[in-house]
């Protein structure tokens, strides 16, 4: 007598990751074709993450005549592209995080790296965090399925498909710059949005709310031979009054004695930040095969020293061209010249001068800081850049 035994055999992917099954249980149809006019939209819509970052997805649709499309069920799940074999357990697909107080989203019991809804209930769309895995990781693919109502589902096909690969741009670590190979020039919009209000950062936010901004955003298209601040080194002079006091002459003065490494410089007006608006501001700029890099940097008013920005952010491709269209999430770096903690605490001069430093929910590890959390949970960004190419000067080269 011979006892046969069958087990339910998962799909796997190329990564080695069970593949998550995303067919409704309760339904009794086959899924249709293309997406009915759903999609995963992620804020900004990036092409490229950067580790450890925060981002924010959406799952929504319209009709052809632009009116909401609801929808009762729906799943969204975070999947190593294909090909990616960087990533060997599901931790490396980065971490969802819902809503506070959203009762119409779970984490998924099917899978491990899912989101689903909890009830039938129409929706007009639903909003959830996700916190990117650390470097190394790879493309990931972010799918959906949608249960429009009972036996009429859509799932993977078109825009219920949004793909993200890593971004190789400096992030923690002092940037690795390689030679440009672009021929052509390329002139370029900075767009500096707002994010830091009482509703993104909480906790310990200023009362006086009219005070709170961020200042003139300063930098500049460079060579590699030129550094406006830089990770993990101590701030020039100029770079702390622009910390500490908010002002930009003495740093401008400084760009001025090194133009020879400077293509353009980058001014914005500084931003009023308030908590029931996102406020912008531009500035234009030119990159060309040795001056490739942007550098900008703004202050958190009030502050002790802390400001957000970008260092040698790197504009040229590997294939000798440049980038269309990048969005960055930019997080507080404390320039270490003042050691206080809190947003509008006295002037501490700091001894001995520290180096610059990415402010998290943990480091300073003390509960004064307004973005510590003892959970260890991820930051959200105080503002974001968008830097878009507008136009190329083609060359013979």
Same mark, same amino acid.
């Given at each position: 007598? %011979?006892?046969?035994?069958?087990?339910? &055999?998962?799909?796997?992917?190329?990564?080695?990751?069970?593949? #998550?099954?995303?067919? +409704?249980?309760?339904?009794?149809?086959?899924? /249709?074709?293309?997406?009915?006019?759903?999609?995963?939209?992620?804020?900004?819509?990036?092409?490229?993450?950067?580790?450890?970052?925060?981002?924010?997805?959406?799952?929504?649709?319209?009709?052809?005549? @632009?009116?909401?499309?609801?929808?009762?069920? %729906?799943?969204? *799940?975070?999947?190593?592209?294909?090909?990616?074999?960087?990533?060997?357990?599901?931790?490396?697909?980065?971490?969802?995080?819902?809503?506070?107080? @959203?009762?119409?989203?779970?984490?998924?019991?099917?899978?491990?790296?899912?989101?689903?809804?909890?009830?039938?209930?129409?929706?007009?769309? &639903?909003?959830?965090?996700?916190?990117?895995?650390?470097?190394?990781?790879?493309?990931?693919? %972010?799918?959906?399925?949608?249960?429009?109502?009972? @036996?009429?589902?859509?799932?993977?096909?078109?825009?219920?498909?949004?793909?993200? #690969?890593?971004?190789?741009?400096?992030?923690?670590?002092? +940037?690795?710059?390689?030679?440009?190979?672009? #021929?052509?020039?390329?002139?370029?919009?900075?767009?500096?949005?707002?994010?830091?209000?009482?509703?993104?950062?909480?906790?310990?936010? +200023?009362?006086?709310?009219?005070?709170?901004?961020?200042?003139?955003?300063?930098?500049?298209?460079?060579?590699?031979?030129?550094?406006?601040?830089?990770?993990?080194?101590?701030?020039?002079?100029? /770079?702390?009054?622009?910390?500490? *006091?908010?002002?930009?002459?003495?740093?401008?003065?400084?760009?001025?004695?090194?133009?020879?490494?400077?293509?353009?410089?980058?001014?914005?007006?500084?931003?009023?930040?308030?908590?029931?608006?996102?406020?912008?501001?531009?500035? *234009?700029?030119?990159?060309?095969?040795?001056?490739?890099? /942007?550098? *900008?940097?703004?202050?958190?008013?009030?502050?002790?020293?802390? &400001?957000?920005?970008?260092?040698?952010?790197?504009l040229c491709l590997a294939n000798c061209s440049w980038v269309d269209h990048r969005v960055i999430d930019l997080y507080p770096w404390d320039l270490g010249t003042d050691a206080g903690l809190r947003y509008d605490g006295p002037p501490k001069?700091q001894r001995p001068r520290g180096v610059i430093t990415r402010i998290t929910s943990s480091n300073p590890h003390s509960d004064e800081s307004p973005f510590y959390d003892p959970t260890g949970a991820p930051m959200k960004p105080a503002a974001?850049?968008?830097? &878009?190419?507008?136009?190329?000067?083609?060359?013979?080269?």
């Amino acid at each position: 007598l %011979f006892l046969v035994l069958f087990f339910a &055999i998962p799909a796997w992917t190329r990564s080695g990751i069970p593949k #998550c099954d995303k067919t +409704p249980r309760d339904q009794g149809s086959e899924k /249709l074709a293309g997406d009915h006019g759903f999609s995963i939209g992620v804020s900004g819509s990036p092409q490229k993450y950067r580790p450890g970052q925060v981002y924010t997805i959406t799952l929504s649709g319209v009709r052809d005549d @632009d009116m909401v499309a609801k929808f009762q069920g %729906f799943m969204l *799940v975070a999947e190593p592209s294909f090909g990616n074999t960087a990533i060997q357990n599901p931790t490396s697909l980065g971490t969802f995080q819902l809503m506070p107080g @959203d009762a119409m989203t779970k984490f998924s019991h099917r899978c491990s790296h899912a989101i689903e809804a909890t009830s039938s209930m129409n929706k007009e769309g &639903i909003t959830v965090y996700w916190t990117s895995p650390p470097k190394g990781s790879g493309c990931i693919d %972010f799918k959906a399925m949608i249960v429009e109502r009972q @036996d009429v589902w859509v799932s993977d096909e078109g825009a219920l498909t949004y793909s993200m #690969c890593e971004d190789d741009g400096p992030l923690s670590e002092p +940037p690795v710059v390689e030679p440009c190979c672009a #021929c052509d020039e390329a002139k370029y919009e900075a767009i500096f949005e707002g994010i830091w209000s009482r509703h993104t950062h909480p906790k310990d936010f +200023p009362n006086d709310e009219w005070r709170t901004m961020f200042s003139t955003l300063i930098g500049a298209s460079h060579s590699a031979n030129y550094t406006l601040w830089e990770y993990g080194r101590e701030s020039s002079q100029p /770079l702390q009054i622009l910390g500490e *006091v908010g002002v930009t002459r003495r740093l401008e003065s400084e760009m001025k004695r090194y133009s020879n490494y400077i293509r353009s410089v980058v001014k914005a007006q500084g931003l009023q930040q308030r908590s029931n608006v996102v406020g912008q501001t531009f500035a *234009v700029f030119r990159v060309d095969r040795i001056h490739h890099l /942007l550098s *900008v940097v703004s202050k958190m008013i009030p502050s002790p020293d802390w &400001i957000v920005g970008l260092a040698k952010e790197n504009l040229c491709l590997a294939n000798c061209s440049w980038v269309d269209h990048r969005v960055i999430d930019l997080y507080p770096w404390d320039l270490g010249t003042d050691a206080g903690l809190r947003y509008d605490g006295p002037p501490k001069p700091q001894r001995p001068r520290g180096v610059i430093t990415r402010i998290t929910s943990s480091n300073p590890h003390s509960d004064e800081s307004p973005f510590y959390d003892p959970t260890g949970a991820p930051m959200k960004p105080a503002a974001r850049i968008h830097l &878009i190419k507008q136009r190329e000067y083609f060359k013979n080269c």
